[in-house]
T-cell receptor, first 112, second 111 residues
Framework: EAQVTQNPRYLITVTGKKLTVTCSQNMNHEYMSWYRQDPGLGLRQIYY???????DKGDVPEGYKVSRKEKRNFPLILESPSPNQTSLYFCASSLVLKETQYFGPGTRLLVL | SQQGEEDPQALSIQEGENATMNCSYK?????LQWYRQNSGRGLVHLILIRSNEREKHSGRLRVTLDTSKKSSSLLITASRAADTASYFC???????????FGKGTLLTVNP
């Protein structure tokens, strides 16, 4: 089944404790991206990747890192999480940028 | 920066009625996409309409695009309670190829 998977789905952590949210797609998509969704602010793009080893900042990249070493994986790294990074995070992929985005199920993060 | 802006922010209708949501944007686009999100879940793609297209249909969904007015509308005909969800438009910039989502319209269909 074609899908985008994210892990973990729910995470509670404390300020400053490094964490990684994994994202994997099995559709051989070139384009992948990360969004955060907050009430009243909609979806905002954090980082995106046009292909392996090609990443770029979105609208709200501060406090986040990404890497794209393999085509299927695009992990989101929070080196030192802070409470303002409490949010619902979505990974998405598409064949190429201009095409339909396929979203993962979301990761709900709470930083205390 | 937000490009697409949906209108209205919330819409409540009865089952069987039609629902219309609008999306306005500010700069040139390559395409415009509509997505649906059930509460707290991932977004699901509905329709992608390219800048040289004016109308597309998919089942009970009809999307129009007016590039002169920089606006799009999503029509859901004969709505069902299961259509209750948030609906987002996303624009792919014509020059910067940046995909930007609006804040969404919350549709409630009452049985």
């Amino acid at each position: 089944e074609a899908q985008v998977t994210q892990n973990p789905r729910y995470l509670i952590t404390v300020t400053g404790k490094k964490l990684t949210v994994t994202c994997s797609q099995n559709m051989n998509h070139e384009y992948m991206s990360w969004y955060r969704q907050d009430p009243g602010l909609g979806l905002r793009q954090i980082y995106y990747s046009m292909n392996v080893e090609v990443t770029d900042k979105g609208d709200v990249p501060e406090g986040y890192k990404v890497s794209r070493k393999e085509k299927r994986n695009f992990p989101l790294i929070l080196e030192s999480p802070s409470p303002n990074q409490t949010s619902l995070y979505f990974c998405a992929s598409s064949l190429v940028l201009k095409e339909t985005q396929y979203f993962g199920p979301g990761t709900r993060l709470l930083v205390l | 920066s937000q490009q697409g802006e949906e209108d209205p922010q919330a819409l409540s209708i009865q089952e069987g009625e039609n629902a219309t949501m609008n999306c306005s944007y500010k700069t040139s686009i390559n395409n415009l996409q509509w997505y649906r999100q059930n509460s707290g879940r991932g977004l699901v793609h509905l329709i992608l309409i390219r800048s040289n297209e004016r109308e597309k249909h998919s089942g009970r969904l009809r999307v129009t695009l007016d590039t002169s007015k920089k606006s799009s509308s999503l029509l859901i005909t004969a709505s069902r309670a299961a259509d209750t969800a948030s609906y987002f438009c996303a624009t792919l910039g014509g020059s910067n190829y940046k995909l930007t989502f609006g804040k969404g319209t919350l549709l409630t269909v009452n049985p």
